[in-house]
């Protein structure tokens, strides 16, 4: 061997050991925190991206089933910029403190499911930037998911964020259901992977199925409050990382601040992944279990309910007296409890005017509720009134009318922003409705963070493209049978959502779903006020078995199970009220679909008597079937193309 080799060998050998024993002398440089669920399955792990103790720092979620475990979100980059410091590129670690068990037991008037607890592990890692300003990143793993949010500690100051670095790093194999970015969070679902990625701002929540299939997750966020602005995913600059990203300045016709604005002690909105098998996502109450509890201490005047609404068959149906009354005739006979009175009741006419509709509801036992412009500057809509809960003032005159006439609750529209002036408006709106014991539901608005649980008189949000839109142009005709496959799995899994479903006959443009599909949406979403669209016709025209299912189905649920589906083919929902399971089902394939249900979810050693409305010989007739089973039996359905099917199993000693 030649003297030069010599050396070379002789080098490597040094480096090598060196390199060993740098790693024995400073071990887990790189990693500095793990966090798991309580069942194991999901971890958390912080790393160095310099593999120092000062630099940029980033997330790893790991998945772990059947003994496999998999990297689901390979990073997750860390940091925020201040107007006054950088808290992102050199970050000095200080400490992770100690795991804190989080241990919740709640209950919501409305929902997917009416008790829930959940159990969580949490770590606060603390940090310094060069200006030695402390910031934290509290990060804590539920057995359905994983949340982060960070944290300014200090006593004093006030400061504008100009930027959140939070990215989400996804592999181009992983498939995504992600929705473009409207401000009426509105749009269609696109189904993406590999060379089909596109590079938009995105809404929440997104979905994404890892590519060994067997994990899923859907990123979203919550206990988005007054200290901050509402945000959306972009992968813009980074095909492969969706950048948390504020509010376009244009939103809201440029009304507020796209930046948001935050005084100390402080911290940010949560951060939401919630992970594991598509029903683990489906079934998940992660968004409302990480959000501040019930700020009303008396929710007995809140009262969940269907609604008759009158605006999809007819969509100048308020203006007209004799429609309303109709309408109001439908709820009553219907058991409904309420009917809404949409737009341009403030010209209503042919017959009498709002007074006499609010005489005439009451005297049907039926609650009415009313529509509002939200107004301002930050809507060009002009339908009026436009005003009347703009400010605080403008609120306390038309609720204490409102009360004094009779009403339930106000449908608030028009938002068009997610700034947090906007933020602000929409929880003012809340927290003075509630002082009047009125229910509030918002449209052309922010997908739920959360709020439902806070303020639990807020009953649904739409943020959806629903039925209405089989009135805006031909394009939901086609579009709507994938599409409602879709929103078990993304949209519903966050919040309560105004789809405004069960449509038998048409309005502007025609649907393709058969009987039994429109049936089963009235389990398959879920919202604490839901409003039934079609005209009275369309519902007296249904076999007896479909009108009785519709006259109880609920519409606030004690417990959800996924059954079966797949984002855009197909999904079958299971919901339970009191002792009674309902089941929703529906296909959006061009062909005809046969399950087979198994049935252990119900209770062991009770049988039920279950009553089937399913697809019958083609779409526009329906078919009912009885039988009597139990936990250890299974249900056989078949579901045309664009159909579906509803079923009710009733206990046997409850008749």
Known sequence: MSSTNQYNTATKLRILTALILLLIAFPGVAQKMNVSSPNGKIKVSLYSASGTDAGAWYLKVFYSDSGKVQDVISRID??????????????????????????????????????????????????????KSRLNIIVRAYNDGMVFRYEFPEKAGTFTVKDELTSYSVHDSVTRWMERWNPANEGLYNQMKGENIQQREWCYPALFNTAGKSCWFLLHEADVNRAYCGS??????????????????????????????????????????????????????????????SVLKNTNWIKPGLVSWNYWSDNHGTKDYKTVCAFADLAARMNWPYTLLDWEWDAM????????????????????????????????????????????????????????????????????????????????????????????????????????RTYPNLMTSEAVRGAEWYNNGPEFTNTAPEHNCILPFTRNVVGPMDYTPVTFTNSQFPHLTSYGHELALSVLFESGLQHFADRPEGYDALPDAARAFLKDVPNAWDDIRLLDGYPGKDAIVARRKGNKWYIGGINSELREKRKTLKLDFLPEGVRFKLTLIADGK??????????????????????????????????????
């Not at 607890?117 to 310094?128: C, H, I, Q, R, Y």
């Not at 605080?392 to 529209?413: I, Q």
């Not at 002036?421 to 003012?428: A, G, K």
């Open 349 to 452: 006419a042919n017959g009498g005017n709002l007074e006499d509709a609010v005489r005439y509801i009451l005297s049907k036992g039926v609650k009415p509720l009313i529509w509002y412009n939200s107004g301002g500057k930050h809507t060009y809509v002009p339908a009026t009134p436009r005003d009347r809960m703009l400010t605080h003032e403008n609120r306390v005159e038309e609720f204490t009318k409102l009360k004094k006439m009779g009403f339930a609750g106000v449908k608030v529209d028009f938002f068009e922003s997610e700034k947090q002036d906007m933020i602000n408006y929409y929880l003012d709106i809340l927290e003075d409705a509630a002082k009047f014991e009125m229910m509030v539901y918002f449209h052309g608005c922010i997908v739920p963070r959360g709020w439902e």
């Open 78 to 131: 860390l940091g925020l910029v201040r107007s006054d410091q950088d808290f992102s590129k050199e970050l000095r670690f200080v400490k992770a403190g100690k795991p804190l068990a989080i241990e919740d037991h709640y209950e919501v008037t409305h929902g997917k499911r009416k008790i829930c607890d959940n159990k969580g592990n949490e770590v606060t890692v603390s940090f310094l930037n060069q200006a």
């Open 618 to 655: 083609h779409d526009k007739v329906l078919d009912t079937q009885y039988m009597v089973t139990d936990s250890k039996g299974s249900l056989d359905v078949k579901m045309l193309r664009r159909g579906g099917f509803a079923a009710v199993l009733i206990p046997m000693n409850e008749g």
């Open 232 to 293: 959306k995913l972009s992968n813009m600059q980074d095909r492969s990382g969706y950048k948390i990203t504020f509010p376009d300045q244009r939103d809201g016709n440029g009304m507020g601040s796209s930046l948001p604005v935050i005084k100390l002690p402080w911290k940010s909105p949560w951060r939401v992944a919630i992970i594991g098998s598509l029903a683990k996502v489906a079934e998940s109450t992660l968004v409302q279990d990480v959000s501040p509890a």
